[in-house]
């Protein structure tokens, strides 16, 4: 195995959480926070915008059954990476779109594909890119929050539509 890990802000980490849980060779997906200010921040911080941490997951995953170009790929089709500290009807600095890489490798492939990405788009890609910074995980009851609360109405409006749509665009890739 070669493991790597990544950090993704696209929304709503519970968005983002069940989305990558689903995909094959992801081994770990971790909600919480990261890029900002304040050490161990809470939920009700972050949420109140002055900590300038978003709402993020850390990903592990096996290099040798997912590369990084196809977690990409899945980030850039589950949100709007046009839309600035918005995500749907979540809005604040909390919600940008961002990506956290570990190794210079990492940065090379991201920025390739945001310039690969950005020709196909007829708006400005907004995705912040920045070497990880320290990552706190999210409070206990954030992880796993779709798969315990599918029935709850933010989940079934907001989530359920986005994990129809990666599992039709990348059958291949699904658990």
Known sequence: MSIKKIMFGGGCFWCTEAVFSM???????LPGYSGGKTNSPTYEEVCNGNTEHAEVIQIEYDENK????????????????????????????QY?????YYDETQKDIIYSSIEKLQKEMNKKIVTEVSRA???????????????????????????TPKLQKIKKEFKKELK
């Open 23 to 29: 995909i094959k060779g992801v081994i770990s997906v």
């Open 66 to 93: 997912i590369n990084l170009q196809t977690l990409l790929d899945i980030f850039f089709e589950m949100h709007d990476p046009t839309s600035l500290n918005k995500q749907g009807a979540d809005y604040g600095t």
């Open 133 to 159: 910074k320290e990552f706190y995980p999210a409070e206990e009851y954030h992880r796993g929050y779709y798969k315990n609360n599918s029935d709850q109405p933010y989940c079934s409006v907001v989530i």
């Open 96 to 100: 940008r779109s961002v990506i956290f």
